[in-house]
């Protein structure tokens, strides 16, 4: 078992930034690698980032590129999403989710997560 414990979210006015945290406790020795969604109310849920764990690769939505950053303290178990130049369409409910012991496919797809965070809420305001 893995627990996530989303923190960082808030109210930001456009073009600000926030950080978002992701602490993971239980069994993340067999952390295979940790991703960011979000939903939109209304919205289907959507790829953010993603980190590979050992390598630390990483993959980015196109409308975040540049302005998003993921990154991870394997030390803390802790992975973080760095949002600057926030804009109003990335308000949403932010997920954090870990992939468990190996590679089960594309980060970009929520089906392959084994765990999840309860989210965090974010608001940019215009």
């Known amino acids: 078992q893995v627990q996530l414990v989303e923190s960082g979210g808030g109210l930001v006015q456009a073009g600000g930034s926030l950080r978002l945290s992701c602490a993971a406790s239980g069994r993340t020795f067999t952390m295979y690698g940790m991703g960011w969604f979000r939903q939109a109310p209304g919205k289907e849920r959507e790829f953010v980032a993603a980190i590979r764990w050992s390598v630390g690769n990483t993959n980015y939505l196109d409308s975040v590129k540049g302005r998003f950053t993921i990154s991870k303290d394997n030390a803390k178990n802790t992975v973080y999403l760095q949002m600057n130049s926030l804009k109003p369409d990335d308000t949403a409910v932010y997920y954090c989710?870990?992939?468990?012991?190996?590679?089960?496919?594309?980060?970009?797809?929520?089906?392959?997560?084994?765990?999840w965070g309860q989210g965090t809420q974010v608001t940019v305001s215009s």
């Open positions: 989710a870990a992939v468990i012991g190996r590679y089960k496919g594309s980060f970009y797809y929520d089906g392959n997560y084994d765990y």
